[in-house]
Nanobody, 124 residues
Framework: QVQLVESGGGLVQAGGSLRLSCAAS????????MGWFRQAPGKEREFLAQ????????DYTDRVKGRFTISRDNAKNTVYLQMNSLKPDDTAVYYC?????????????????WGLGTQVTVSP
């Protein structure tokens, strides 16, 4: 089992930045690829970014490429999502997830463990 806890969400004005953190506990964190997703009210869960277990490979959806950066610190069992140039459309609950699989992991069904999420609200 891997337990994931997100933090760092909040209210920010458009154009601002936030850094989300996802702290992992339980089984070895370093063996898992990690992803960030978000879900806005009335919408499906949306893939944002993925990082391989070594940190050597990342993948982003086009909607956030160039604005968001995923990173991880395996020594701290933590994955991060730096979000810049935030827009009101970025308002959602943000989730981190861990997958025992490798390769492109853009589908939420490919992830084994999920956090409870952290709310991000971007005001105009």
């Amino acid at each position: 089992q891997v337990q994931l806890v997100e933090s760092g969400g909040g209210l920010v004005q458009a154009g601002g930045s936030l850094r989300l953190s996802c702290a992992a506990s339980g089984r070895s964190f370093s063996g898992y690829d990690m992803g960030w997703f978000r879900q806005a009210p009335g919408k499906e869960r949306e893939f944002l970014a993925q990082i391989s277990w070594t940190g050597g490979r990342t993948d982003y959806t086009d909607r956030v490429k160039g604005r968001f950066t995923i990173s991880r610190d395996n020594a701290k069992n933590t994955v991060y999502l730096q979000m810049n140039s935030l827009k009101p459309d970025d308002t959602a609950v943000y989730y981190c997830a861990a997958s025992s699989k490798s390769g492109l992991l853009r589908l939420w069904e490919l992830y084994d463990y999920w956090g409870l999420g952290t709310q991000v609200t971007v005001s105009p």
